[in-house]
């Protein structure tokens, strides 16, 4: 490498380095459903399946194994050729939110947003069984996937962004998640909608929180190194 390009270089690498220390929890998990995923593309149509229902936190699986059916779900995606379009999202929304946050009030937002919303959206699915509106098979539901908290984390991002331009992305955020859930929504648009509100919710954890009306809140200050970011009837994720 000349010497003219090892300067650039050696910048970019030093940025990407720190850029993955600040946000260790949205690249561990990245790289664990990157794992999975491969895991998925490489299984046979049978193991596949297999994979998919006995990780989702369908009705069933949240009847027999509650605790590991919420944990586990959140590390796979039904399909794997989405997982680069989930790792742009994730360094655009997760990346930023908990290097803004802190990693321990990020990890709580979207943990408290996924598990709030896969209950809620598997109740939902319960009550509509009872009421003979969907059929029992539905208890056996692939419901697995990440969108959950990115939903949340996306909506507390909207603390991070200065006025105008929050509105604004407020505002398509809102018809983004509103529009399917208000026009034949399934039991995941219901479920997005419950983490966007747990997250918008979340503003008393976020430092735009607990500075003053004339500050800007650019970092974490819990000590953790976060601070300011460099210049139909299957949950489908």
Do not use: K
């Not at 999975?36 to 949240?62: C, K």
């Not at 794997?80 to 379009?85: D, K, R, V």
């Not at 209950?119 to 009872?130: N, P, T």
Request: proline content about 7%; overall charge negative.
């Amino acid at each position: 490498m000349t010497p003219s390009l090892a300067a650039p270089a050696r910048r970019a690498g030093n940025w990407v380095r720190d850029w993955v220390r600040s946000t260790p929890g949205t690249h561990i998990w990245l790289l664990i459903i990157g794992i999975t995923s491969l895991v998925i593309a490489s299984a046979s149509e049978g193991l596949e399946q297999f994979l998919l229902h006995r990780t989702s936190s369908n009705i069933h699986e949240l009847n027999e194994h509650p605790l590991p059916s919420l944990l586990i779900s959140g590390f796979w995606i039904e399909q794997p050729g989405s997982f680069l379009l989930y790792a742009v999202m994730f360094e655009l929304v997760h990346a930023n939110v908990e290097r803004w946050m802190g990693s321990w009030r990020w990890l709580l937002t979207v943990g408290a947003a996924h598990v709030a919303a896969t209950l809620a959206s598997q109740e939902l699915v319960l009550l509509a069984i009872e009421g003979h509106q969907l059929p029992r098979s539905m208890t056996h539901v692939v419901d697995i996937g990440v969108s959950y908290g990115l939903a949340a984390a996306a909506g507390v991002l909207t603390y991070r962004l200065p006025p105008p331009w929050r509105y604004g992305y407020l505002v398509g955020l809102l018809a983004f998640f509103g529009v399917p859930l208000a026009t034949g929504a399934t039991f995941t648009d219901f479920g997005h909608a419950i983490a966007l509100t747990m997250g918008l919710a979340c503003w008393p954890l976020t430092p735009a929180a607990r500075v003053g009306p004339g500050d800007v809140a650019t970092g974490d200050d819990d000590g953790d190194g976060a601070g300011a970011p460099p210049p139909s009837g299957r949950r489908q994720e």
